[in-house]
């Protein structure tokens, strides 16, 4: 088998990442944690989009943020969703997982940066649904591995109560929340349920052809029209 080849790497925010190619398949590692991404797994980041953006039917310029951009995948999905009139904002709190969507990674999703209706901001979303309340139409969360996260210590404050409400508060009313993770967490469903948001959970398979891993996605509802 061909070996990965490390194509570069970084230290942001208290975490080491490496980007490594092997043909066309990529791979994001960071620290000694091992795998973060891989090129060929996107299915269900896929599938957190369009579950987002089913819910913005009837809104005509919806205004919709992703928090994480990683492979460009995610964002790919809810462009492809959202219609022409959208306002898309991405937060990506690592500068060079921007930097490498737009040297390295770009093809792997058709260059979803480039888009017009995108707005890229190097940011932790936790702070950009703090500054913006009743802005969002939609928020779609695939940061690190959802609230089992290993990357950062600090992601409970995305994943915990206070991240929770500043995620309800920064939804228009019926707005809605997609959140992704690597496993189920119970505790987080009654967290969601307790702020406030009519909650379902769905389980994804990691690839289109429904082998690998099953991915968890929460679809978190804020009542109201």
């Keep these: ?50 579950l987002a953006c089913a819910h913005l039917t009837a809104r005509a310029s919806p205004h919709v943020l992703v928090g994480g951009l990683g492979m460009g995948f995610t964002l790919r999905a809810a462009l492809s969703h959202v219609g022409p009139r959208a306002h ?59 609230p089992d996260a290993f990357t950062r210590d600090d992601n409970d404050a995305l994943y915990g109560f206070r991240g929770l409400n500043n995620a309800y508060e920064a939804l228009k009313p019926g707005g809605v929340l997609t959140v992704w993770s690597a496993a189920p967490d119970t505790a987080f469903t009654q967290r969601m349920m307790k702020v406030g948001f009519d909650v379902e959970q769905r389980r994804v398979r990691a690839h289109a052809s429904q082998r690998g891993n099953r991915h968890t996605i929460w679809i978190g509802i804020r009542p109201g029209n």
């Design 88 to 146: 898309v904002v991405v937060s990506e709190l690592m500068p060079a997982v921007v930097r490498w969507n737009r040297e390295y990674l770009g093809t792997l999703a058709g260059y979803p940066l480039n888009d017009e209706r995108v707005l890229v901001l190097e940011q932790d979303v936790a702070r950009v649904m703090q500054e913006h309340r009743k802005a969002f139409d939609a928020i779609m969360l695939d940061v690190d591995n959802g």
């Design 1 to 50: 088998m061909i070996p990965f080849k490390l194509l570069d790497s970084a230290s942001d925010h208290g975490s080491s990442m490496r980007l490594y190619q092997r043909g066309d398949e990529f791979s994001i590692r960071v620290d000694k944690c091992g795998e973060l991404m891989n090129s060929r797994l996107h299915n269900s980041e896929d599938v957190l989009a369009e």
